[in-house]
Nanobody, 125 residues
């Protein structure tokens, strides 16, 4: 299984970015997908998750209303649209996958079986 995250970069506060995570080696439509982030000196934290069908999405309070997670099962890809970016959004962003047909949120890193390599997002003020 491989998860390849991309789309990070250096932007100014208020700008937008869209992250992508391309998955291979798994039956993508059977997996819950999540995005996490880790800032320097901090623990990895939950950002957003989406159920296998895309029917349910869940967000951390810090990004709710600004970020949108989506998926394209035909392309084996999950996205994170990030709008109104703030300096505190600066982190390495990781995508993660775990097999499940449940519609509940998966908030914790230990619930995910596979992880991507991360993509850096830097937001300047």
């Amino acid at each position: 299984v491989q998860l390849q995250a991309s789309g990070g970069g250096l932007v100014q506060a208020g700008d937008s970015l869209r992250l992508s995570c391309a998955a291979s080696g798994l039956t993508f439509s059977m997996y819950v997908m999540g995005w996490f982030r880790q800032a320097p000196g901090k623990e990895r934290e939950f950002v957003a998750t989406i159920t296998w069908s895309g029917g349910m999405t869940y967000y951390s309070d810090s990004v709710k209303g600004r970020f949108t997670i989506s998926r394209d099962n035909a392309k084996n890809t999950v996205y994170l649209q990030m709008n109104s970016l703030k300096p505190e959004d600066t982190a390495v962003y990781y995508c993660a996958a775990t097999p499940s047909f449940q519609s509940r949120p998966y908030y914790y890193t230990k619930e995910y079986d596979y992880w991507g390599q991360g993509t850096q997002v830097t937001v300047s003020s």
